[in-house]
């Protein structure tokens, strides 16, 4: 084909979603490290094995129907482009992705990618308790119906979207509520770590191993969410994009400062850990509104979300266990953001998308809120009812979680067959290879080398 | 004055802390030990090659008291260490020649054992 | 607004600078691992709260009036597009930009990152001593007025770019210099770490806790630096972005290998620490010159800031306590890599990049060499003065370190209220969360589900 | 010079290479933390040495002449581009590259870190027992010829791709075929570890010390490899790297799910490290059809990567210690992935590219099978003969691995002076700087402050 | 009763410890000390300064037998920790009062060792 | 023969050490060591739960000499040892009935301590 029939637009907006999928791509390294750090040394090796199994699962079911259902034409459930195939004019298959004449596998590689995101955030609330298993299961159904469903609804050309006029740029409810009502279904069938509250029900700390590694998985999901957000805009050509980011970038530094306050208020300490929640709420939080609001509603919304998340893991903490703060930074801050934007987005920008109107500041008028509330509540119902059964079955035939013992012994070991980090459990001289006498210990000879 | 060498679980040393302290018995050395005895190892698998461990992780407590306050820790360790199942441990006591506190310098049984308010 | 009328300019050079300033936004991350493998165990968490708050606290300060100082319109001081609000035709508001059609919030985030990483510099040399409301103090002042103003004359517009026609590319002055000088009035007001120096004024070794860790904040900041030193051209279009990588990473691998080999000579062990070193330090000398001078030239002005940074490190470890070579890496090497353009800068670049002339070498003249010397002397005095001003206020008032007790404890305990690696400070017997009879070792009964 | 007279799809042609090579520069990291996960606490810092000397001697050598031979025009060998220097018209000094008007040093880039990249992979098989000066002496080798003129062979525009028609779109033969080639000749001369094997010959388990920071590794190839396939597209305007992007990923995805399920059967366990390995050997594997066959073929050969990658490493661990698994998942799967060309390589595709034919499956023909298996025949040859006689060299003169006390140490210690993670073997008493007396114990004073 | 305590190499461990459990004494624990003696210590550089350790790591192995088994632990330590260089390390028999094990509560000689089968 | 077996403070060791080294005792062994006594514990928070440590970390010294030279090994551990703030530890003398070098099977008082070049 000549390269010269192809308008520059066409590869500047895929260059743009590329980029942007693959930073969100990484985001799956950003979540592992983020539970990795909030995970003790016995179960930090299982966080690996689950995310590279999970991204994998979503990524095979994603495109064999996933997408299809997400994007595809149709307002309950789309139905074109199973197994990206055979669906003629993309521009018309993916109507709601119509505006871009960025590359459809471009634009299938950026839906996938948030997916699987979605899926991530799923797990926070069930570390170091649950058997493999679990997230094997779980994983194929969230990422082939429960999430394409729920997300096509919200931003897939669904009913939400287009009939009710619910406004969610990115996905603070289309990625992250779904995700943390997922964790939250499954917490509620899972129960809490042994030894996470005294026989009189007392929360005790479980405190996680490594802020470092929580760190580097912050700062790597904060990077992922200049794909995340900008992306969204599916369009390189207009700039806009940056709009976005520096939006974003405000939101998250708000909810750090708000978060580390609040919580210093709380306790005279600049708690690490909420700092870090703190980021993700406020960018969870933006998510929604990023396309849709000012700078400084931004800071307003992202400021907000760092209250909230700190508030919300100390209230949670005190009955359910939650050892990433799941619940409160995708689930609250997403449902805050979702409806932020009836209360701040501005007029132009709800046009330029041509989703919704103006927030409440702008006009006075309750409608766009109460249309984000519709959206909030049904998007939960749904996706706690399927989850919540999903969850129930497995608990019935596969079981949930692994035994006390086996949890005890850390899941590395017992479900993995080696630890995460095995010179912190094996004794060493049980390491050693070779006996105490000199005559042992020489090198064994090298392999004799075979003719070529 | 005696020595008494606990090896226990990791989960049985809260309670049994807490009980000598409230009997009087604030001062007490801890270490991490693996033992081998009756219960049996484990074994990791890594790319195909296989590791056993015989040594599991035990607890070591020592505690150093007057003769006559012997009986009471060992009371103690076996009343909170025992689950009945194998690898609950053992409990030693090894005769002690000589005491001195650092701090002050100095010597003999009244060392030993802080008073209660020193369990603050 | 019709897409058609945006020219493919916009998109092509947006994207770059936002693809460049989420690179340089990643440096973060390799500032912070550079400084936790530097630390001891006990102090690496807070290094973590330390960039998030720092990078937050940056982000609304430079939003708010660090970016109109730097690069609004304005000889000694810009004074357009505070809050990024207002500003008019932006290409007038922020002239020095005016070349590039990048939209304005592109190049507004890629100079914020840029205050960010300046700011992460000036903590190289306080790790493990410093109170944390240090931090948060001079974050405000230095991203606010000290590096806006800095920058301003060397790269925003100011007397120096303009007036003297100092050359500094991507700011090895403006942002690396800026960063050490600050660093150094910080360490001057500090003082050494407990056991740093014996009783005798002995320089005793501190090792940093992790080599891995250390060495994943240099690749991350090798990364970032393809953002950092191309990104400075605001331009995607022309695609001479590119020659700046070469030149860059030429730089760099030239830097660890003198590092290396001066190492070699004087301890006969292939020190790790000085081989990142070298690479920080050959990025910072080519960071002015990136977008002056040839590749070979790339090459000489890496390789002597490796050889620098050895000899500065271990000079100034016999009286000063710089726990990661801040002072050499981003202070010796940013004035040699400045003053190098004046030696090696191809007359070809000057005219090219419009300011000052060709090097040294080139045409046997001294002036630009002259005019760089000028452009240090000026910046360093200027940022010294201020810095060390605040910093004195700050030990008058606050003060600037912890108690010898909470320094032996850590900071991560006595700031953070919570060990950084738990596991390694807690006893185990402590950390298990339920008694001893097997009556108490049955996992807690999974909280009751409530009707949905 | 003029922006206007530059035709857009150079700004979008660089922008997509250098962003791809930044993606893969970035892979460092992964092969890195992939190593560093796979070895003990006291190996770990040796391999950021490694790294980064590596990294740095390729760059040098790679610009000097590695790239003059793999680009330059000639069918054995090319000779245009020393120093990319004096080359004239960059279209027809490197004609294979022509047809993308990328900027030529973008394009050296993008060639340079995939040598990069060839030579970490070299050194899977070496990990805990080289000498040091091992890597500096063959890695000049190494980038300076060895890679050069094997590449050259397969995508530099010499004989196996003009006149075989040998098809390898991203280098399963020409990087990671080639890297493994080298690692195996490196461990012919080397042998195992200490303690690897009993007297009796026994494999023994030599547990790596981190799952997390292995998982890290893995993680960030993963998102190297967007650039790496993608990348080598040269092309951003046609939007065609997306199919490739999403090819690759699928791949990836069925390596790790196979590989899973393979050592499920096996041991029953969920190994965390294979799970990395099947994604690394699925990704090698796609490397080559990536931009040959469609996607569901991606699956496929991911797939079948992943069941070989373990079948592999538990064969070849019987006899060769190769402690990262590089030979299988670098050279079994780089083998496969190019054969797979010759069964599904897709006509259109083949057109598209012009080189070579469809694959078995499509035409019936094993001619492009025997085309593949000539390429891998004569570059495995060419490169292990060249390499073994390197080695041979090498050992004869400087000596190929550290005493076995040396061994015992750890190469941290006795190579670098350091350990990589020093309060894991430093006693804690002897790091304290200071005496117990509290005379002893008050910091040391600031040092006094000179006069500015 | 006795306790052997002797401080070996890492090395040694496995084989003296294989040696005890088919002699029946498969009880025993072991704990990562550092010691210094006559073995050299060993210097670190970093950033130019200079760090000695005069302590090297051992292993500390902690045995408590009936006094007629005595000589037989020492022995079994002697033949394997032996490489006749200097770092080998010592070993001591200390003297012990009384022995119990949690498990049971039983007390005496009879809890010191398990019986073979106890090996498992 | 007897054990002096000491629970000091970190900062205590160098000086200790190298003491005992010019008095011609250089062979001693340490380890890590958590213990509680009168001194204070200390509290961690995280996200809004808490976590007291009533154990704060020691070092544990051990070192064989013969009767004659306990005192001045006691004498030199409470010289160094001590602050005079809660915590400095305490140090316990115990019997030893018999002592081997695992490098010569020698036995006895003189393989206690290493000669004067032996601390090398
Ligand atoms: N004779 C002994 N000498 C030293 N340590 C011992 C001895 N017997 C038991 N131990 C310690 O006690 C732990 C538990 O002993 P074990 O035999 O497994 O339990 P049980 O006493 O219930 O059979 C062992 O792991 C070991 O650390
Ligand atoms: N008198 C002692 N008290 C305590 N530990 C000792 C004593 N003598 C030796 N050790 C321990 O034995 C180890 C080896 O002793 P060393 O003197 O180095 O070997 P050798 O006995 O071969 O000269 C030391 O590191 C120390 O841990
Ligand atoms: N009777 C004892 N048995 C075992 N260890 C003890 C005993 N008394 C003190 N210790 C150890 O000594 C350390 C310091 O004792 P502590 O009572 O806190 O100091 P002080 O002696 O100044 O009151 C404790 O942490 C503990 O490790």
């Known amino acids: 084909m000549s390269l010269a029939a192809i308008p520059a637009s066409v590869g500047i907006n895929t260059i743009w979603v590329i980029v942007a999928g693959v930073l969100v791509m990484f985001m799956q390294a950003g979540f592992a490290f983020l539970e990795i750090g909030f995970s003790r040394q016995k179960n930090a090796g299982t966080v690996i094995a689950k995310i590279l199994t999970n991204f994998s699962i979503a990524a095979i079911a994603y495109w064999a129907v996933g997408f299809a259902f997400a994007f595809g034409a149709g307002s309950l459930i789309g139905h074109k482009g199973f197994f990206l195939h055979g669906y003629g004019d993309p521009l018309k298959a993916f109507p709601i992705m119509g505006f871009s004449d960025a590359t459809i596998t471009s634009k299938f590689f950026f839906q996938f990618v948030f997916a699987a995101v979605s899926l991530a955030i799923v797990w926070g609330t069930t570390l170091e308790r649950t058997k493999f298993g679990v997230y094997i299961i779980y994983a194929i159904v969230f990422s082939a119906v429960i999430y394409p469903i729920g997300s096509h609804w919200v931003f897939g050309g669904g009913w939400l979207q287009t009939k009710v006029g619910m406004q969610d740029f990115a996905g603070s409810t289309a990625v992250h509520l779904i995700g943390a009502t997922g964790a939250f279904a499954a917490l509620l069938h899972l129960g809490p770590r042994r030894g996470k509250y005294t026989v009189e029900g007392q929360a005790r700390a479980i405190p996680g191993h490594s802020m470092p590694l929580f760190g580097l998985g912050v700062l790597i999901l904060w990077l992922g969410w200049f794909g995340f957000n900008p992306g969204s805009t599916l369009l390189g050509t207009d700039g806009r994009f940056a709009d976005i980011v520096v939006v974003t970038n405000l939101a998250a530094a708000a909810g750090v400062l708000t978060a580390l306050a609040t919580m210093w208020v709380k306790t005279k300490t600049y708690d690490i850990g909420m700092a870090g929640n703190g980021a993700i709420a406020a960018l969870v939080a933006i998510t929604a509104g990023s396309g849709y609001v000012a700078p400084w509603a931004g800071v307003v919304i992202g400021g907000v979300a760092g209250v909230i998340v700190v508030i919300g893991v100390l209230a949670i903490d005190k009955r359910l266990d939650d050892p990433v703060g799941a619940l409160s930074a995708h689930g609250l801050a997403g449902i805050w953001g979702t409806l932020a934007c009836g209360i701040f987005t501005s007029p132009r920008l709800a046009t330029l998308n041509g989703v919704g109107h103006g927030g409440l500041i702008y006009n006075g008028s309750f409608r766009q809120l109460g249309d984000q509330a519709l959206g909030v509540v049904t998007v939960f119902a749904f996706v706690f009812v399927l989850s919540w059964l999903t969850f129930w079955a497995i608990k019935k035939t596969y079981g949930m979680r692994v035994t006390a013992e086996e949890e005890e012994d850390g899941l590395d070991i017992s479900e993995h067959g080696m630890y995460g980090y095995p010179e912190q459990f094996i004794p060493a001289p049980e390491l050693v290879g070779y006996g105490g006498g000199p005559s042992r210990t020489v090198p064994p000879a090298p392999v004799p080398i075979p003719e070529v | ?120």
């Open chain 2, 1 to 120: 004055m005696k020595m008494v060498m606990a090896y226990i679980r990791h989960e049985a040393f809260e309670p049994i802390r807490t009980e000598l302290l409230t009997l009087g018995f604030p001062s007490l050395t801890i270490s991490e030990v693996k033992g081998s005895g009756r219960q049996k190892g484990i074994t990791e698998r890594y790319r195909g090659a296989e590791l056993t461990n015989y040594l599991r992780p035990k607890i070591k407590l020592e505690c150093v008291v007057a003769d006559t306050d012997v009986q009471t820790i060992v009371d103690t360790v076996l009343k909170h260490g025992r689950t009945g199942a194998v690898g609950d441990g053992k409990v030693f006591v090894l005769p002690v020649d000589e005491s001195y506190r650092v701090r002050t310098g100095e010597q003999g049984e009244e060392v030993l054992q802080a008073h209660p308010e020193g369990a603050a």
